[in-house]
């Protein structure tokens, strides 16, 4: 399978390459965008390089599909947003996105996790996307219900973040529901 590239009216979903490490590095070395991500703020560009490497495998193995979100206005990378433990098997994955708090709370995640949505449950088939978030993380938590996911619960003890230990909230949104919220 080729690498879907992915389009809304505002950003172009892509694949990532060595070229956009900077910009990964640039989002990922901040410490608001990684508080709730589950892992350590980058400290050395090469990290970006290998989270980059991390989503190319991910995707040949078929573990996985990370796309950059780029602007289609000036052509910038502002956040990623993908499906990781893809199990087309089981017809499931969850969902994962951050983004450059200079571009928070503008409908750009929203924009994205829809096209994201559709593809998943259309183009792979998926029957559940969920989607595991920090019960603190209310933003996400917030735009996940209001997309149409169901909470189903806390795990405890989920995430080792930091040389701690975090609860986070598993939620997921079944394609019944989807299309159902697609007719509405």
Do not use: C
């Not at 970006?48 to 796309?67: P, Y």
């Amino acid at each position: 399978m080729n690498f879907p590239v992915l389009e809304t009216k505002r950003l172009k979903l892509i694949e990532l390459t060595d070229l956009h490490a900077n910009s990964l590095y640039e989002i990922f070395s901040l410490e608001e965008v990684t508080r709730f991500y589950g892992t350590d703020r980058f400290t050395l560009h090469v990290e970006a390089s290998r989270l980059i490497d991390m989503f190319h495998k991910n995707f040949l193995e078929k573990r996985g599909i990370r796309w950059g979100i780029k602007l289609k206005e000036n052509q910038k990378i502002i956040g990623t947003i993908g499906l990781n433990g893809l199990q087309l098997k089981n017809k499931r994955a969850e969902i994962g996105y951050e983004l450059h708090p200079s571009f928070w709370r503008r409908g750009y995640t929203s924009e994205a996790i829809k096209e994201v949505l559709r593809f998943s449950f259309q183009q792979l088939e998926l029957y559940r996307i969920g989607a595991v978030v920090y019960p603190e993380n209310q933003a996400s938590n917030n735009l996940l219900l209001k997309l149409g996911f169901t909470n189903e619960g806390l795990l405890r003890g989920y995430i080792h973040q930091n040389e701690q230990f975090h609860d986070t909230h598993v939620l997921s949104l079944l394609r019944p529901e989807w299309e159902q919220s697609q007719e509405e």
